[in-house]
């Protein structure tokens, strides 16, 4: 329960590398445990989320050796798993509950799968669903939340129109696929992030992409397709980067280095953003790395327009919206998000987070149902309170940015839960900040 001071900086200079990507992270330790042989994954994210995954990994049967940020996964084949004698515990992140449901599904063993307190009122009905039309047998608390007690068996592939724009449940749905008998497909209502077809693609499953339509082929009941090692290099979190990008765009003569970014195009809509506000943003030396795009970002200070966030953009940009939220003060004209229920669903409530804490540092804010309308400078200059983050790692980073350019010293209370995706987060920024 640390507090964390962030006094008001002058500007923002020199170089930062953000930790490795999450979503990455957490899909090549999860392929990487049903693959053949040791895998090398090289800059895996440093996040509390993505510890927790390979703690089930290393539960369910793979080896586990990390050193420094270099993880490797020896894995047993497709059929290796084991079940786990004590409940896998995926702690804050939901990624690892929902990917990880989908692989215990087409498993020949029972696993219990829990979470935290924040995660255990996470909806879980949608992964659940589909699992059980392929043929898992799962108990869920109010058959919706954790804790899951999953009956793993033999699946059947299924043809899924996914009703809401998740990756997460894509995910869940292909990473059983794999396990189905016949070919399973997902198609999407709207584009979310492909990490997991890329990765699938790398480690060599058998995965088709046509339009909004993804198809795996499973190994059936006596397939003999297995999963290969594979030697792999993780770019840099965007959604963390977005937190120095958000900080350099308020200062005029902030001029900011922020290396080795994974820029899949899934990912990059929270750039469009902040170019179509006027940030000042260049991508450099963009090369490509195992299916995934890395480059580095140059960001200047700009004076930033704000405007409004809504209907397709929203899952493209989803972990990205407290950030832009938070810097609705700093713009010209405000930003106001719509269409995002969901952020209501996320490590907090994030739309009350949000307006909380805003008006904490007198904001002016309208909270709505689906998201939020920030005034821009008009409404005047915010000033330096005690932010309660409510457990969420984006909230804390996102106002730990806000309070930069404040009147007066802020306090984060809890501010380790920035841990959960970026424990150097409040160093890094203070190496960047000149105060
Ligand atoms: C993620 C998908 C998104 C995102 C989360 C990570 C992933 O969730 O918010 O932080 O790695 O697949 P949803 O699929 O629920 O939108």
Redesign the pocket.
């Known amino acids: 329960m640390k507090k964390r001071t962030i006094r008001p900086a002058k500007t923002l200079s020199g170089g930062v590398e953000p930790p490795g990507d999450?979503?990455?992270s957490?899909?090549y330790a999860m392929l990487a445990a049903l693959a053949e042989g040791t895998s090398e994954l090289r800059h895996f994210a440093a996040a509390a989320d993505c510890r927790n995954t390979l703690d089930c990994m290393k539960a369910l049967g793979a080896e586990v050796r990390l050193d420094k940020d270099t993880v490797r996964v020896t894995g047993h084949g497709l059929r290796g798993l084991k079940s786990s004698r004590r409940a896998l515990d995926a702690g804050n992140s939901?990624?690892t509950m929902?990917?990880l449901a989908g692989i215990l599904a087409g498993q020949a063993f029972t696993s219990q799968l829990t979470g935290d307190s924040s995660l255990q009122k996470r909806p879980m009905k949608?992964v659940v669903g589909p699992l059980r039309t392929m043929g898992a047998d799962i108990r869920a608390r109010e058959d919706n939340f954790a804790p899951l007690e999953i009956r793993g068996g033999r699946l059947h592939a299924i043809d899924f129109q996914m009703p809401?724009?998740?990756?997460?449940?894509?995910?869940a749905v292909l990473l059983a696929g794999l396990f189905a008998e016949g070919e399973t497909s997902v198609t999407e209502p709207a584009r979310?992030?492909d990490?997991?077809e890329i990765a699938l693609e790398e480690f060599g499953a058998a995965i088709e992409k046509h339009g909004k339509t993804i198809r795996v082929r499973g190994i059936g009941n006596n397939g003999t397709t297995n999963l290969q090692a594979r030697s792999l290099d993780i770019p840099g979190d965007l959604?963390s980067a977005v937190f120095f990008i958000a900080a350099a765009s308020m200062f005029s003569d902030a001029n900011l280095l922020i290396h080795n970014v994974g820029l899949n195009p899934t990912r990059t809509a929270i750039l469009d953003v902040f170019a179509s506000m006027g940030a000042s943003l260049q991508m450099l030396s963009v090369r490509s790395a195992h299916g995934e795009i890395v480059g580095d970002l140059a960001v200047k200070g700009a004076s930033l327009q704000g405007g409004v966030i809504e209907g397709q953009q929203i899952?493209l940009v989803?972990?990205e919206l407290p950030m832009l939220a938070a810097l609705g003060p700093y713009t010209e004209q405000g930003i106001e998000i719509r269409d995002a229920a969901?952020l209501r669903?996320?490590?907090s409530d994030r739309i009350a987070a949000l307006a909380e804490n805003l008006r904490r540092m007198g904001a002016s804010v309208e909270e709505r149902p689906d998201g939020l309308r920030v005034e821009g400078r008009k409404a005047g200059q915010l000033r330096g309170a005690e932010i309660e983050p409510h457990g969420d790692h984006r909230i804390a980073m996102a106002f730990a940015v806000a309070a930069l350019a404040a009147h007066g010293p802020t306090v984060i209370r809890d501010a380790d839960c920035a841990g959960v995706?970026y424990p150097t987060f409040f160093d890094d920024l203070e190496r960047v900040t000149e105060t």
Do not use: N, W, Y
Not at 164 to 171: E, H, I, L, N, R
């Open positions: 999450k979503s990455i957490h899909r939901g990624t929902r990917l949608r809401m724009a998740s990756a997460q449940v894509k995910s979310t992030r990490h997991t959604s899952p989803i972990d969901e669903v996320k490590e995706s």
